[in-house]
T-cell receptor, first 113, second 116 residues
């Protein structure tokens, strides 16, 4: 099973809302990632968790708050987002760290109104 | 700074034509190399990878890539494309520094359109 699942598939939220994105993998991977992808652009790395600990935060605004409750789950909590935050949010996982191939989920299409 | 270049932004081919997409990177040390594909409305999928060994690697769906260290290149090839190969293709590289792997750096992507 090489599947990474993400919920919800689509999310529309206002600038004052609080919402969460969820990601799950059952491949035993110990590194998990959040990326942001704008249309026709490559994914941009946001956060990396390694062994359930935040190892990389690519200077992401505090209105994005990641959480890794256990080795299979990764959340991204959203609060007070801006319209420019509208994008496809991708979750990925890999065996141990960035050296290994990453498996991507289908993404959550986020629209901020 | 680390960079990955994909010079072809949009490639249009007819079915059965041969494909070569360029990828160049700027690192001088040990690298791991990947090609990912994103079909319309679908998630990123790994096409192939190179870690070490034979510089000619074969991936899924008839794709292959050749790592040429002296040219800092990892070009993607397919002898005969199909309409179903229409997608966005991303080259990605990570570099080993002091025994640790940096995070993936993606190229800007190449949109491939195959005409039936």
């Amino acid at each position: 099973d090489t599947e990474v699942t993400q919920t919800p598939k689509h999310l529309v939220m206002g600038m004052t809302n609080k919402k969460s994105l969820k990601c799950e993998q059952h491949m035993g991977h110990r590194a998990m990632y959040w990326y942001k992808q704008k249309a026709k652009k490559p994914p941009e790395l946001m956060f990396v968790y390694s062994y359930e600990k935040l190892s990389i935060n690519e200077s992401v605004p505090s209105r994005f708050s990641p959480e890794c409750p256990n080795s299979s789950l990764l959340n991204l909590h959203l609060h007070a987002l801006q319209p420019e935050d509208s994008a496809l949010y991708l979750c990925a996982s890999s065996h141990k760290d960035g050296a290994y191939e990453q498996y991507f989920g289908p993404g959550t299409r986020l629209t901020v109104t | 700074a680390q960079s990955v270049s994909q010079h072809n932004h949009h490639v249009i081919l007819s079915e059965a034509a041969s494909l070569e997409l360029g990828c160049n990177y700027s690192y001088g040390g040990t690298v791991n190399l990947f090609w990912y594909v994103q079909y319309p409305g679908q998630h990123l999928q790994l096409l192939l990878k190179y870690f070490s060994g034979d510089p000619l690697v074969k991936g899924i769906k008839g794709f292959e890539a050749e790592f040429i260290k002296s040219k800092f290149s990892f070009n993607l090839r397919k002898p005969s494309v199909q309409w179903s190969d229409t997608a966005e293709y991303f080259c990605a590289v990570n570099e080993w520094i002091s025994g640790s792997a940096r995070q993936l750096t993606f190229g800007s992507g190449t949109q491939l359109t195959v005409l039936p």
